[in-house]
């Protein structure tokens, strides 16, 4: 298997992540596509980092699957009180920050 | 050794101030000692710089400050006879006040506040003193001007107070915008000197642009007409400060003060800045051209015409006056009138004996108004009232103050011996200033003797107004039920010596003449003193002041004490000359209401805010900026929907949009 195939299901993560976004109205479908964006970064820092024989990519993943953690707890939290004060996590109920 | 401190002098109350302010509250007597220590040092220091450079010798310290282009600033200090006798009065002068004041704020809860603004105020008063340059000068003259505002309004829940400072404020800031504008001029002219190759002006090394000496060296490159306006605008700045017609209403209104300011700010040191700025940039004032009157430069024409004016001026008010300290605020403004008035015609028959012959009624003038205004406060902190109409019968009971208050009215009065010389501070320095202004007279002629009149007149008036307060005050009977007793000690021993002060300080005179006049010639300044020949004064003329005192003693004594005329017909309102004197010539009417209420308020702040409030507010921006604004927001707020999905589209559109620009730009694959 070359670059390329790493590449092409980084891509085909990445676009299903977005799509994800932009379609769903649940708030934690949206944060699990999120999670699919981020890690097909992932999938393509460790994949250029073996394709360059260097382990600086490797090491940037592994920084990057932490903070993607954090940041997944911190979305969850916020998703809870959310519920807690709303009564739901549906998205298109939450739009008091507009005009 | 002490000249190597001379810089503490100033920066010894400074530190008092900051300590003070900040940690007075926890300190025996509101912190009142820090500043007493601070200022006993400056003294200290001053004494022992005196005894260093008497009788040739001067203090020069300069450190660059900022420079632009061609002319470097600096901070430095200038210690001369001129400066030193004048560090030491202020020093002195301030010291047995702030004793006086631990007795006399004792009851007031914001002692902590007066000590540190006092502080602040001697240090700046110092600073001003010893200033080398005109720009440093001018920055302490603020700092004192400041410090007058906020003692003034001291007592600042008291409307009047309040009303005062701002008066005083305002007032003093026309003076300080024409001094500033006197600067700037002088600043262009030096330029314009300097860089002008024909005139070969250079500025010495470790010598600045706006120190007084190189002001004094360019004297004769600067032309005469611009001389003429730049000492007009320095005396300008002086007629603020010392409060001398048309800018003298701030001074009795400034009485509001506790009384202890009042002796320190506007008797004994403050409003001699004024004074002090002429007698130090007398050279300048000196070199003006001769064109209104033969012999008489013409600024210290002005100067004689102003001070003489309002030595008189404001005698007549302090006749009528019934509030103790506004007849001695009166008598201050006239007294400073004397000063200004010894600068102008002394300075036109003398030269630069002018300044000694100023100065010296500048100390024994700020010997004796202290010693007056403490002994006033005295008496109010005793009766707990200032009309005098409501004292009287003091004598008895507080038998220090009277006596002291006795001694400061003869003083005053210039009351001594002539012929053999023995008399009180005023004799020797008053009597001086109105020979000099008989000489003026007799070198001028024709309406050069109006000096004289002014000067011998307002001796008249001065011993009987003073006379008139001293009896009203301590003797006859008590006119109001009041429980009176003498001051205590902390109080009545800064009276005292400042009393012998004001008796013995006279005696110096001989001394103190042949210091001060070599002052400019210490300086590198040559002044060309045309000698007339001496003039003799006849005998009557020498005598005629201390008749004139006695003769005020004498009328103040018939109508207060013996009370063999009737005044009751001459004061009342319908008396049309007590009546303009009791409204002070209208000038707190005309000042204050007319020029202050109606013109600038109801023309011109009014229009003001007409052009503000409805063209500039109303049109421009409320019509044409804002509601342009406001439409064209009210469409673009639209954008903000408020749904999460609808950025997140946005964003991968924008980043879309980047990379195929990104890849145009670039090329390749």
Known sequence: ?99 | MFKDYAALIVLLPVIAFVLTLFLGKKLYSGGALLPIAAIAGSFIISLGIFFEIYPDGIVQQSIPWFSSGISQMNMGILIDPLAIVMLLMVSFVSLLIHIYAVGYMSHDPAKSRYFAETSLFTAAMLSVILSDNILQFFISWEIVGVCSFLLIGFWYHKPSAAAAAKKAFLVTRIGDVLFLAGIVMLYVNLVKIINDPANAFEIGSGNFILQFKTMFEAIPLIDKTQLTYITLLFFGGAVGKSGQFPLHGWLPDAMEGPTTVSALIHAATMVTAGVYLVARTFPMFFNTPATIMTGVPDSLLIVAIFGGFTALFAATMGLVMNDIKRVLAYSTVSQLGYMMLALGTAGAVAGTQAVSCSIFHLISHAFFKALLFLCAGSVIHAVGTNDIREMGGLFNKMKITATTMFIGALALAGIGIPFIDIGTAGFFSKDLIIEKSFEFGEKTGGWGWIFYGFAILAALLTSIYIFRLWFMVFTGKPRSERHSHESPGVMTVPLMILAVFALLFGFLHTGFFGYVETNFELMGVEIAVHEGEVVHPPIIIVLLPVIVGVLGFLVSYVIYYKRMLDMSKIISSENPLYKLLYNRYYEPKIGADLIGVKLTHDVVAQSGEFIDRKIIDGLVIDTIISNTIFKISEIIRKLQTGVVQNYASITILGVALLLVLLKLKLGGI
Do not use: H, P
Not at chain 1, 73 to 91: C, H, K
């Open chain 1, 1 to 99: 298997m070359g670059l390329y195939s790493y590449l092409l299901i980084s891509i085909i993560i990445f676009t299903i992540g977005v799509y994800g976004i932009i379609t769903q109205r649940s708030g934690i479908k949206i944060l699990m596509c999120i999670e699919l964006l981020l890690n097909s970064a992932n999938l393509n820092l460790v994949a250029f980092s073996s394709y360059n024989d260097d382990a600086t990519g490797q090491v940037f993943a592994l920084f990057s699957i932490a903070i993607a953690a954090a940041e997944a707890a911190i979305g969850f939290a916020i998703l809870v009180a959310l519920f807690r004060l709303r009564d739901t996590i549906n998205l298109d109920n939450i739009n008091i920050l507009r005009w």
